[in-house]
C-alpha cells in the first residue's frame, strides 16, 4: 500500500498537525502508560528537527461529545513535555481557539484538548474538520489505531491539507502488508482471546496465507464446542458454532491445519483463588469452566512457533493476569519471543502479557492498533487508510 510518504511533505517553516493515538490510562491525574506517546515520538521529533511547528491531536476515552475534566488530555500533555525535554502547549478546546496557537515557532509544539469533547469528531462533520485544517498548513496521520473510525481527524482533515502518513502508521501497515500479502513460510497464526466474532474474519482471511492457525484462551471453547467437544461450564458463543464449523471445513480444503487445545487447566468459578486442575478437552466436568490452555497444548503450541518463518499472535491463551492461568500466556510468549521467526504481536492483552514476562523487546514489532489491525488482517477497506490515498 503505497500511501504519500512524510519524507514528500514539505513542513519547514510550517504548522503540521499530526493525529497521534493518545489514548493513554490515566490514574491520579497521571499518565499510568505512556506506551502509545513513546510510540508516537519519532515522528513528533523528526517533524521539530525539519524545523517544522506541531500541533498533536488525539482522543482519549468516551467523553461523549462533550468536555469532561476526567478525559482532558492536560495530562498527557505534561507526559509530553517530559518526554521531548521541552514546553507542550495546551489549548482549552478542540480546535483551539485559534489565539491559544498564535506566534508557535518552529521547532515548538502545541496539543489540542480531546477531539471528542466536540460531537463534530465521531461525526465526521465537515464543519469541525474544516475548524482543525484551518490551525495547520500541512496533515500527518500518526493514529494507526484510529484509522479503522471515519473520524473527523481520521478522514476529514485529510482531505482538506497536504497529507502523509507518519513513520508509526506506515511501519503498521507496511508489517501488516507483509503477513497478508507475503509472508515467509511457515506462516503460523496464534489467535486467543474472548470472542471468536471479533477474529473468524481473521481466520477466514489469513487461510489464502497461513499454514498453521493456533486457537487459544475462550474463544477456543467456541472451535471445541463446534467439533463436537463436552465443554462444561466454559464461555462458549453458541451463535458462531455453524460459521466456525464452515471456518474449520475452509481451512481443511486450504489445506491449513487447525490446531486445537488437546488439555485445558479448568476451575470451579471464575476467580483467581479457584481450585483448578488439568484435564483433556474431552474431560471437562460439567460444572467446570477452561481458564487457560493445559502444559500439553502448551507444548504443541510452542512446537508450532519453533518452526515458524513468520509469527502473528494476537490474543492471550488464559486469564495470564491470574498466576494459576498464565502459564498457557507465557509459554506462547517464550515460544514467539525464542522462535527467530519475523514476530508480530497485536492486541493490547497480548502486549501487555508480554510485557509482564519480560519479553517486550524480544519481538519483531507490536502492533499499536487493536481494532485497526484486526481490521486490516480481515482484508477490510479502513476509512483513514483510504484518505490518505486518495490525498495522495
Known amino acids: 500500500m503505497k500511501l504519500p510518504s512524510l519524507d514528500s511533505l514539505r513542513v519547514t517553516g510550517k504548522r503540521v498537525l499530526v493525529r497521534a493515538d493518545l489514548n493513554v490510562p490515566l490514574s491520579g491525574g497521571k499518565v499510568a502508560d505512556d506506551t502509545r506517546i513513546r510510540a508516537s515520538l519519532p515522528t513528533i521529533r523528526e517533524l521539530l528537527d525539519r524545523k517544522a511547528a506541531v500541533v498533536v491531536c488525539s482522543h482519549l476515552g468516551r467523553p461523549k461529545g462533550r468536555p469532561d475534566p476526567e478525559y482532558s488530555l492536560a495530562p498527557v500533555a505534561e507526559a509530553l513535555s517530559g518526554l521531548l525535554g521541552t514546553k507542550v502547549r495546551m489549548t482549552s478546546t478542540p480546535t483551539g481557539p485559534a489565539d491559544e496557537l498564535e506566534g508557535m515557532a518552529a521547532g515548538e509544539i502545541g496539543l489540542l484538548e480531546n477531539l471528542r469533547f466536540d ?12 475548524r482543525l485544517a484551518a490551525l495547520a498548513d500541512a496533515y500527518v496521520d500518526d493514529a494507526f489505531g484510529a484509522v479503522h473510525r ?3 481527524s481520521v478522514v476529514g482533515v485529510a482531505g482538506l491539507l497536504p497529507s502523509a502518513a507518519g513513520r508509526l502508521l506506515q511501519r503498521e501497515v507496511d508489517v501488516l502488508t507483509r503477513l497478508v500479502q507475503s509472508p515467509d513460510r511457515p506462516f503460523v497464526v496464534v489467535l486467543g482471546g474472548a470472542k471468536v466474532s471479533d477474529k473468524i474474519g481473521v481466520v477466514r482471511n ?9 486457537i487459544g484462551g475462550a474463544m477456543a471453547n467456541t472451535f471445541l464446542a463446534a467439533t463436537g467437544e463436552q465443554v462444561g461450564a466454559s464461555r462458549v458463543e453458541p451463535d458462531r458454532l455453524e460459521e466456525v464449523r464452515k471456518t474449520m471445513a475452509a481451512a481443511a480444503k486450504a489445506g491449513v491445519e ?12 471464575f476467580d483467581e483463588r479457584a481450585d483448578s486442575k488439568v484435564v ?14 493445559g502444559p500439553a497444548s502448551a507444548a504443541r503450541f510452542g512446537a508450532w512457533v519453533g518452526r515458524a518463518a513468520t509469527v502473528l499472535w494476537n490474543g492471550p491463551m488464559g486469564v495470564f493476569e491470574w498466576e ?20 508480530v504481536v497485536g492486541g493490547g492483552d497480548s502486549a501487555a502479557a508480554l510485557a509482564s514476562f519480560g519479553l517486550s523487546d524480544e519481538v519483531s ?28
Request: hydrophobic share 50%; no cysteine; charged share 20%.
Open 280 to 293: 483433556s478437552t474431552g474431560a471437562v466436568p460439567e460444572e467446570m469452566m477452561a481458564l487457560d490452555i
Open 150 to 152: 471515519a473520524h473527523a
Open 258 to 269: 487447525v490446531v486445537l487445545p488437546t488439555d485445558l487447566v479448568v476451575a470451579d468459578r
Open 365 to 392: 514489532h507490536i502492533s499499536t492498533g487493536g481494532g485497526a489491525s484486526l481490521e486490516f488482517l480481515e482484508g477490510k477497506e479502513l476509512p483513514g487508510l483510504k484518505a490518505l490515498l486518495q490525498a495522495g
Open 206 to 214: 489469513l487461510l489464502r496465507r497461513a499454514d498453521a492457525i493456533l
Open 119 to 130: 460531537p463534530g469528531e465521531e461525526a465526521n462533520d465537515r464543519k469541525f474538520a474544516a
Open 324 to 343: 494459576a492461568f498464565s502459564s498457557g500466556t507465557k509459554a506462547v510468549a517464550e515460544a514467539v519471543a525464542a522462535s527467530g521467526a519475523f514476530t
